[in-house]
T-cell receptor, first 118, second 114 residues
Framework: AQKITQTQPGMFVQEKEAVTLDCTYD???????LFWYKQPSSGEMIFLIY??????QNATEGRYSLNFQKARKSANLVISASQLGDSAMYFC???????????????FGTGTLLAVQP | SQTIHQWPATLVQPVGSPLSLECTVE??????LYWYRQAAGRGLQLLFY??????ISSEVPQNLSASRPQDRQFILSSKKLLLSDSGFYLC?????????????FGPGTRLLVL
C-alpha cells in the first residue's frame, strides 16, 4: 500500500538559516509524483513543489528545493534562507496511480509544523 | 488564471442537521475535482473525487455524499451530521489531463458540529 511518512511533528529554525523537512514514501508503482504543500494558519493549502519519479534532476522553486533520493524513497524539502512567513504546517504528498493515473489522487503525510524564530 | 472558491468559510451546525458545502472553479474546463477532510492536527483524507459531470468516486464510507451538477461545481452534502463530521473541508482541482497532476486547493470550510 502507498504511504507517506513525515517523522518530524515540529521543528524550529532561525531566520535566514536553511531547514530540511523529512519525507519518506512507500510505493510499488514505478511511476509516481511527489508534492509539498504549505498550510499557514489560515488553512489554505499552498502548492510549493513537485518531483516526478522519472525526473533526473531535483526540483527547485525559488527558495524551495526537493532532495529526491529514489533508492532511499525519500523526498525531503529544503527551505533556504528561512523567513518568518515560512512558519506553517508543511505536508508531503504522493500522487497515487490507479486507473492509469487519470484520477490523480493524493496521499498526504501527517505534516511538520515549522516555526521560524527571529 | 484559475481560481477556486468555497463557501461558506465557517459553519456551526447541530448534530442531525443537513449539510451542503459548495465548491466552484473558474478559468478551466473539465477539471478533476476533489473533496478532502482534515481533522484537527491531522493530515488530509480524500473523501470524494470526480473526473466529470455526474461521475463521483467515494474513498471513505461515511454519511457524506458528493455531487457534480455542473462541470466546475462540486457539492458535499449530508442528510444528518454527526459529531465526527467536524473538521476542515478542502476542495481541490487538477487539470483533467494525464501528466498534469498538481492539485490546487480552495480556502476551505471549517465545520463544527455541536
Amino acid at each position: 500500500a502507498q504511504k507517506i511518512t513525515q517523522t518530524q511533528p515540529g521543528m524550529f529554525v532561525q531566520e535566514k538559516e536553511a531547514v530540511t523537512l523529512d519525507c519518506t514514501y512507500d510505493t510499488s508503482d514505478p511511476s509516481y509524483g511527489l508534492f509539498w504543500y504549505k498550510q499557514p494558519s489560515s488553512g489554505e493549502m499552498i502548492f510549493l513543489i513537485y518531483q516526478g519519479s522519472y525526473d533526473q534532476q531535483n526540483a527547485t522553486e525559488g527558495r524551495y528545493s526537493l532532495n529526491f533520493q529514489k533508492a532511499r524513497k525519500s523526498a525531503n524539502l529544503v527551505i533556504s534562507a528561512s523567513q518568518l512567513g515560512d512558519s506553517a504546517m508543511y505536508f508531503c504528498a504522493m500522487r497515487e496511480e490507479g486507473g492509469g493515473g487519470a484520477t490523480n489522487k493524493l496521499i498526504f503525510g501527517t505534516g511538520t509544523l515549522l516555526a521560524v524564530q527571529p | 488564471s484559475q481560481t477556486i472558491h468555497q463557501w461558506p468559510a465557517t459553519l456551526v451546525q447541530p448534530v442531525g442537521s443537513p449539510l451542503s458545502l459548495e465548491c466552484t472553479v473558474e478559468g478551466t474546463s473539465n477539471p478533476n475535482l476533489y473533496w478532502y477532510r482534515q481533522a484537527a492536527g491531522r493530515g488530509l483524507q480524500l473523501l470524494f473525487y470526480s473526473v466529470g459531470i455526474g461521475q463521483i468516486s467515494s474513498e471513505v464510507p461515511q454519511n457524506l455524499s458528493a455531487s457534480r451538477p455542473q462541470d466546475r461545481q462540486f457539492i458535499l452534502s449530508s442528510k444528518k451530521l454527526l459529531l465526527s463530521d467536524s473538521g476542515f473541508y478542502l476542495c481541490a482541482w487538477s487539470p483533467g489531463l494525464a501528466g498534469k497532476e498538481t492539485q490546487y486547493f480552495g480556502p476551505g470550510t471549517r465545520l463544527l458540529v455541536l
